[in-house]
């Protein structure tokens, strides 16, 4: 496995090697890997997300998968690196974050098998796909504001080649105190079914981003809250939750809300009809029997 880094070396995007506690350039100059500011290891042309994927997350939320995964983008403008800082804006609160394995696709791929599809995976990286649930009332459908607004995408702090997705743990901690705990054997679709599958219909390019899922126990964190996902052989991502010094304009669009919707989803589906009401109800149905309060 090598691990490829990006990085500002003497104010200049440079593309690095990873040995140990060393980053080198191919010139051979070298800079340490703490102090090392980090950019992405990419730069995409799109994000892709898969909305659920682990079993702890679907039965975390009371309800079952499709019998196909479906997904969500995040713009481009939402890309953040290892080291970098997560902006909850101000009037926001319901700031989750998700621990995710991120497919790099490495040549233009269209219409693929799955048997196929790892020939165009450049490598893996670590990501955090964070959301505003704050405006999943208005976004619900198109997850846009709430997975897409800026600094929401935090990737890093490599690109690792060759490295084996089977069997490996990911884990995210908030202040060091570990919070979500899985592993890749409990995913329902791999990284090449997920490849493949987007490829049926869109072009992935070099340097494309495909999230891949996060486990249970995606909570809020707050302004001043350190957040590290740790996948085994990939490193550890980590960054930092600020407030954003604007607050959401109130003379346009939507207002962040407190709804049953938004609080549920933030907080796992804890909530008095736990399980009843889950993400994207549609498409992913309760395995609950609703019943009304008089009923109950």
């Known amino acids: 496995m090598t691990e490829f880094r990006r990085i500002l070396l003497d104010g200049v995007a440079t593309q690095v090697v990873r040995h140990g506690g060393t980053l080198t350039a191919s010139d051979g100059r070298e800079v340490s890997a703490e102090s090392a500011v980090h950019l992405p290891p990419t730069e995409p042309s799109k994000i892709i997300a898969v909305h659920l994927n682990y079993a702890s997350r679907t039965e975390?939320?009371?309800?079952?998968?499709?019998?196909?995964?479906?997904?969500?983008?995040?713009?481009?403008?939402?890309?953040?690196?290892?080291?970098?800082a997560v902006v909850r804006p101000l009037g926001c609160k319901w700031l989750n974050f998700e621990g995710e394995i991120v497919i790099v696709i490495g040549r233009t791929c269209r219409n693929v098998s799955p048997?196929?599809?790892?020939?165009?995976?450049a490598g893996y990286t670590i990501g955090n796909d964070f959301g505003l649930h704050d405006f999943r009332d208005t976004d619900a459908g198109s997850m846009l504001r709430v997975k897409g607004s800026d600094t929401l995408a935090p990737v890093g702090p490599g690109l690792v080649t060759d490295w084996d997705f089977r069997d490996k743990q990911i884990r995210t901690m908030v202040n060091?105190?570990?919070k979500q705990d899985d592993?890749?054997?409990?995913?329902?679709?791999?990284?090449?079914?997920?490849?493949?599958?987007?490829?049926?219909?869109?072009?992935l390019s070099p340097g494309d981003l495909l999230f891949t899922g996060t486990p249970a126990f995606s909570r809020p964190v707050e302004p001043r809250d350190v957040i590290e996902v740790e996948v085994e052989g990939l490193g550890t991502l980590r960054n930092h939750v600020v407030s954003g010094p604007i607050p959401i304009r109130t003379d346009v669009g939507a207002q962040p809300s407190e709804s049953e919707e938004v609080v549920s989803t933030a907080l796992g589906g804890d909530w008095e009809f736990r399980g009843i009401r889950t993400p994207s109800k549609d498409l992913y149905p309760?395995?609950?029997?609703?019943?009304?309060?008089?009923?109950?």
Do not use: C
């Open 60 to 84: 975390e939320f009371m309800t079952k998968l499709p019998d196909a995964p479906t997904y969500f983008q995040k713009p481009v403008t939402a890309l953040n690196s290892h080291g970098g």
């Open 115 to 121: 048997a196929e599809a790892g020939d165009y995976i």
């Open 176 to 178: 060091g105190v570990v």
């Open 286 to 296: 309760s395995t609950v029997e609703e019943t009304t309060v008089e009923d109950s």
């Open 183 to 203: 592993s890749t054997a409990n995913m329902k679709w791999d990284m090449h079914y997920l490849v493949a599958d987007i490829a049926r219909t869109i072009t």
